[in-house]
């Protein structure tokens, strides 16, 4: 079975700085698809940025983009010019691409709060 | 529709009583999925569908818990004689693919979600 680690239950960043998110995966399979959420209070879960694993240039969504590290297993999330408005819980999820109804493994979550 | 669409945005019940929550997914979506987040917790995975079948229901956490999807499209998701320890977000996603083929078609999209609060 698969599972993702965030190691930072919190992180905070003052605006307009740059912060990076942790995430790491462990799965036994090549092809896959990795996704950060961002849930703010409202509790919606949000679709930020995504990647899939035989693609080795890094995904990038205007101020956000990934490291992606398929040998380590790693999928950090980079935010640039913190906005008040990226303060929210940030999930990493994986999602095997071999197996058919598979569905998302997430992490535990990071906390992020964006100081003014 | 535009987007995952679920109902009622928040319900307040007794313990014992039976609740039902709606999933609208969005249009054209085959694969459809419930998760539940307790209060401070992560994402529980309860039951996949796949069409009107489910192929995975490993995620219910016991047989109070019932889901059903009709004509490949809205589902319900019925908790029976609810307990204190069932108050939680639950929450519907979609996808237009069932885990094969192209990012674009099994990126995962979630709803807002059903607050639930058992007095």
């Known amino acids: 079975a698969q599972t993702v680690t965030q190691s930072q239950p919190e992180m905070s960043v003052q605006e307009a700085e740059t912060v990076t998110l942790s995430c790491t995966y462990d799965?036994?399979?090549?092809?896959?698809?990795l996704f950060w959420y961002k849930q703010p209070p409202s509790r919606q879960m949000i679709l930020v940025i995504r990647?899939?694993?035989?693609?080795?240039q890094n995904a990038t969504e205007n101020r956000f983009s990934v490291n992606f590290q398929k040998a380590a297993k790693s999928f950090s999330l980079k935010i640039s010019d913190s906005q008040l408005g990226d303060a929210a819980m940030y999930f990493c999820?994986?999602?095997?691409?071999?197996?058919?109804?598979?569905?998302?493994?997430f992490g535990e979550g990071t906390q992020l709060t964006v100081n003014p | 529709g535009a987007g995952v669409s679920q109902s009622p945005s928040n319900k307040v019940t007794e313990k014992g009583k039976d609740v039902e929550l709606r999933c609208d997914p969005i249009?054209?979506?085959?694969?459809l999925y419930w998760y539940r987040q307790s209060l401070g917790q992560g994402l529980e995975f309860l039951i996949y569908?796949?069409?009107?079948?489910?192929?995975?229901k490993s995620g219910l956490p016991s047989d109070r818990f019932s889901a059903e999807r009709t004509g490949g499209s809205v589902s319900t998701l019925t908790i029976q004689r609810t307990q204190q320890e069932d108050s939680a977000v639950y929450l519907c996603?979609?996808?237009?693919?069932?885990?094969?083929?192209?990012?674009?078609?099994?990126?995962?999209?979630f709803g807002e979600g059903s607050w639930l609060t058992v007095v």
């Open positions: 996603a979609s996808s237009p693919r069932a885990g094969t083929g192209a990012l674009s078609g099994n990126t995962i999209y």
């Open positions: 799965t036994s399979e090549s092809d896959y698809y």
């Open positions: 990647q899939e694993a035989y693609k080795q």
């Open positions: 999820a994986y999602r095997s691409r071999e197996t058919s109804g598979s569905r998302l493994t």
């Open positions: 249009s054209g979506h085959t694969a």
């Open positions: 569908f796949q069409g009107n079948s489910a192929p995975d």
